[in-house]
């Protein structure tokens, strides 16, 4: 599986963005997606996830203001940005939990994509 984020940019403050993380492979095979955001000096922080079932959790900073969602057919995971924040600008990564069964274990894979960058001015 490997993953490729876009819709990054330039908005001003109040302004909307949606990110979009398209997956390559077999859909069912992902167990979990999510977004995850960085600034310089900083950890990376996780954003919003959702699970194959669609369960989705946010951190309490974008609460009512993000939505995560999936479309299987698409094979992606978009993070629409409402309601933007000067403190909302950093890199945003997509990570995938890839599943991958063996007649030994089912082991669980981390898979990253490359980042877009979110800049929202005052």
């Known amino acids: 599986v490997q993953l490729v984020e876009s819709g990054g940019g330039l908005v001003q403050a109040g302004g909307s963005l949606r990110l979009s993380c398209t997956a390559s492979?077999?859909?069912?095979?992902?167990?979990?997606m999510a977004w995850y955001r960085q600034t310089p000096g900083k950890q990376r922080e996780l954003v919003a996830s959702?699970?194959?079932?669609?369960?989705?959790e946010y951190v309490d900073s974008v609460k009512g203001r993000f939505t995560i969602s999936r479309d299987y057919a698409k094979n992606t995971a978009d993070l629409q940005m409402n309601s933007l924040k000067p403190e909302d600008t950093a890199v945003y990564y997509c990570?995938?939990?890839?599943?991958?069964?063996?007649?030994?274990?089912?082991?669980?894979?981390?898979?990253w994509g490359q980042g877009t960058l979110v800049t929202v001015s005052p």
């Open positions: 990570k995938a939990i890839v599943r991958v069964v063996t007649i030994e274990a089912t082991k669980y894979l981390e898979v």
């Open positions: 492979g077999d859909p069912f095979s992902i167990d979990r």
């Open positions: 959702i699970s194959g079932g669609h369960t989705t």
